[in-house]
C-alpha cells in the first residue's frame, strides 16, 4: 500500500476498512443532509479508536516497565539476605570452632570469650540495615551498596 492508499484505510484489529468506501456507503444509507454527521462520528470513532489503542500501548509499557523494577527487586533482596545470612553463617561456624578447640584444650578465657561473642551476634537482628537498604534502593543518587 502507498502511503496515500494507507491513509484511506483504517485497520481494526485484523481488518482493514477501507474509508472512502465506508463513507459513500454510509452516506447512501444516511441521506445526503445526514452523511455529513456519519462521516464526522465515523472520524470521531476512528480517533477515538487510535486514542485508546495509544493508551492501551501506554499501559502495556508502563506495566512492562513495573514487572521489571519488581523482578530487578526481588533478585537483588534476595542477594542482600543471601549476603547478610552467610556472613552470620559463617560467624557462627568460625566462633563455633574456636569454642570446640578452646573446650578441648580446657581454655576457659578463650571458652567465655567465644560463648560472649556468639550471644552477641545472636542478639543482633540480621535485618538492621534493611531501612539503609530501602532509603538506597530507592534514591537514584544514593550510594552503592556492596555485599
Known sequence: ?????K????????QTIDVGSAVQHLQSLAGA??????IQQVVGLATLWQSEKSNREVIRAKRDTMIA????????MEQ???GVFNERR??????YDV?????????WDIVDKAMTAVVE????????DLDKFRTAWNDPDGPTIEF
Do not use: W
Open 69 to 76: 523494577q519488581i523482578d530487578a527487586q526481588q533478585r537483588l
Open 1 to 5: 500500500m502507498t502511503n496515500h492508499s
Open 7 to 14: 491513509a484511506n484505510h483504517l485497520k481494526i484489529g485484523e
Open 99 to 107: 569454642l570446640h578447640t578452646a573446650l578441648d584444650k580446657e581454655q
Open 90 to 95: 559463617e560467624n557462627f561456624d568460625q566462633l
Open 80 to 82: 542482600y539476605f543471601e
Open 33 to 38: 443532509q445526514g452523511g455529513l454527521n456519519v
Open 121 to 128: 551476634i545472636a542478639k543482633e537482628f540480621p535485618l538492621d
